[in-house]
């Protein structure tokens, strides 16, 4: 077989060097555990509440106060998620983690948010078997 007619043997192309990866900023990690244990605190709430409502177990509604330390985990999740974002602009380049910090603060903002429904709730609750139903 003549050597024209022979496929040429390709070498595999490799991928070029990688950037260096970014390190990403404690803050932007820490908002993003503060708030995520502030949502699963919500849920536990939710969960407690809604299976005191079905059984019928006034005991399981204090669950609900659950709702107090998770708005609080919130909002903590969300300032920090706030100053990591600005220390991540500042940065220029040099801090990653952008979008661990973007959703730290959307979980802070949800958990906070949560929370707040979920002690209002409690605490008319409270106040419905402290003092009865209101009068109308």
Partial sequence: MPPHQIAPYYQ???????????????????????????????????????????LVL????LGLVLGLPAMV???????????SQGRI??????????????TGLAFGVAATAVGAVLTLVAIVLYLLAAFGTPPV
Avoid: N
């Fill in 58 to 61: 006034d005991s399981l509604l």
């Fill in 12 to 54: 595999p192309a490799y991928p070029g060097p990688q950037a260096p990866r970014l390190r990403t900023d404690g803050r932007a990690q820490a908002a993003l555990l503060t708030a995520s244990v502030g949502l699963i605190l919500d849920l536990t709430a939710i969960l407690l509440g809604a299976t005191a409502y079905l």
């Fill in 73 to 83: 985990l919130g909002a903590l999740g969300y300032f920090l998620a706030r100053s």
């Fill in 89 to 102: 602009a500042e940065s220029k380049g040099t801090i990653g983690g952008q979008g661990t910090a973007t």
